[in-house]
């Protein structure tokens, strides 16, 4: 990946927020068109997303590493994958894509390019469940690089899939979508007032999991204790 040059890279992921936040915001709005039933909603605009971040990390990993999300630039920046001279451009090209991903899905349904939210995302139950879901997509990540690389993709939607359900703010888990999700006001919109909390929560779960699986994951001596056992 960082045998690419850096503006392939930028692309890429600029690119690839574009189309998750558009699946995000034109799933949504969607679903609610079909039907009144918000839990069924809910699945509609689940289901979509699930399904779009595994072909975007399946396409666009090999070109820019997938990140689509400041909370992993930064978490890969920490742990020396991504150069820190990168970071500052990665996320850019994710706030710049994310809020492409929100026009284009307000054009293809006719609504105004961009519509502030008025949709109340706040309170302490919801920053705890963003720093939740961002922790378990970070671990995910992490985890999944270590173990089962190829699997990555599903993994990661496999997760949000999941974290959509079991998170009362329904799993945004990235800055970067957070802020184009407050362009519009339709079903998976947020107050723009509501985005700090979001913010603060998401980062400091993605820190809190870059440390604990930075000691999960280091190489130990099992294999010293193993063979003292045998003795």
Known sequence: MMGLDLPRRLVAEGLGTAMLVATV??????????????????????????AIIV?????????SG??????????FTLSRSLPKRD???????????????????HLMFDLPVIELSSK??????QWFSEGIATFGLVATILAGIRFEQKAVPWLVGLYITAAYWFTSSTSFANPAVALARSLTDTFSGIRPIDLPGF?????????????????????????????????
């Open 55 to 63: 072909v975007l990390i399946t396409v666009l990993g090999p070109i």
């Open 66 to 75: 997938a990140h689509f999300n400041p909370a992993v630039s930064l978490i």
């Open 120 to 125: 109340v995302r706040s309170g302490g139950a």
């Open 25 to 50: 915001v034109g799933s949504g709005i969607m679903a609610t068109s079909l039907t009144q039933d918000v839990g069924l909603a809910l699945l509609g605009n689940t289901l979509a997303t699930g």
């Open 199 to 231: 913010w603060l929560a998401e980062i400091v779960g993605a820190v809190a999991a870059l440390f604990l699986f930075n000691w999960l994951l280091r190489p130990g001596s099992s294999s010293t204790v193993s063979s003292e056992a045998k003795l």
């Open 87 to 105: 970071l500052g451009g990665y996320v850019i090209a994710q706030i710049i894509g994310g809020g492409i991903g929100t026009i284009v899905a």
